[in-house]
């Protein structure tokens, strides 16, 4: 069956970076994008960007230009999540989730969430 | 970027309840739309696509309807699994945006 198992929970100290990991089985890695969606405690889904695992181009929201960074090992079916400069702000549940992409855009399969937290 | 608002944000409702939750676009998304569901502690489960098309798996008491920038979400019959919080979110263009969601509560 399809399956995102996500690294483990994190505490980060603020400035600092965490890489949240991704991986997938039970389908064919490059035949979907990964998407990153993050959820602050209390509060709403909020969407972050996207991988193409088959080519490696990324399409960041605006948000998160510059401090974030979506990687993919296909050999190990696993995407990434690199965010830096890390701020109480950041303290989140970090999800992946799968899509097709093709006409339509919807993800259909979720990662168990990253809880990363981020205090001095 | 294109804001997606809820209404309402919370209610209280009853098992056997027709419930409807709607969801409005700041501006023309056609059909690209999508409802989720989630669950305390649990990531957030698909539940219909492109505005009207139920996920495999999914029960069929729920339907999506709308185009344009006004959408719904109705529960035919509200059962005890389905209290949690609902959001609608748009595909249409990046960056993809959540609606602030919808918490359905036991009455």
């Known amino acids: 069956q399809v399956q995102l198992v996500q690294s483990g929970a994190e505490v980060k100290k603020p400035g600092a970076s965490v890489k949240v990991s991704c991986q997938a089985s039970?389908?064919?890695?490059?035949?979907?994008?990964i998407h990153w969606v993050r959820q602050a405690p209390g509060h709403g889904l909020e969407w972050m960007g996207w991988?193409?695992?088959?080519?490696?181009?990324?399409n960041y929201a605006q948000k998160f230009q510059g401090r974030v960074t979506m990687t993919r090992d296909t050999s190990i079916s696993t995407a990434y999540m690199d965010l830096n400069r890390l701020s109480s702000d950041d303290t989140a549940v970090y999800y992946c989730?799968?899509?097709?992409?093709?006409?339509?855009?919807?993800?259909?399969?979720w990662g168990q969430g990253t809880l990363v937290t981020v205090s001095s | 970027d294109i804001q997606m608002t809820q209404s309402p944000s919370s209610l209280s409702a009853s098992v056997g309840d027709r419930l409807t939750i709607t969801c409005r676009a700041s501006?023309?998304?056609?059909?690209?739309l999508n409802w989720y569901q989630q669950k305390p502690g649990k990531a957030p489960n698909l539940l219909i696509y492109?505005?009207?098309n139920l996920q495999s798996g999914v029960p069929s008491r729920f339907s999506g309807s709308g185009s344009g920038t006004d959408f719904t979400l109705t529960i035919s019959s509200l059962q005890p699994e389905d209290f949690a919080t609902y959001y609608c979110?748009?595909?249409?263009?990046?960056?993809?945006?959540f609606g602030q969601g919808t918490k359905v509560e036991i009455k």
């Open positions: 989730a799968r899509d097709l992409h093709l006409l339509w855009s919807y993800f259909d399969s």
């Open positions: 039970g389908y064919t890695f490059t035949a979907y994008y």
């Open positions: 991988i193409n695992p088959n080519s490696g181009v990324t």
């Open positions: 501006q023309n998304i056609s059909s690209f």
């Open positions: 492109a505005a009207s």
């Open positions: 979110q748009q595909s249409y263009s990046t960056p993809y945006s």
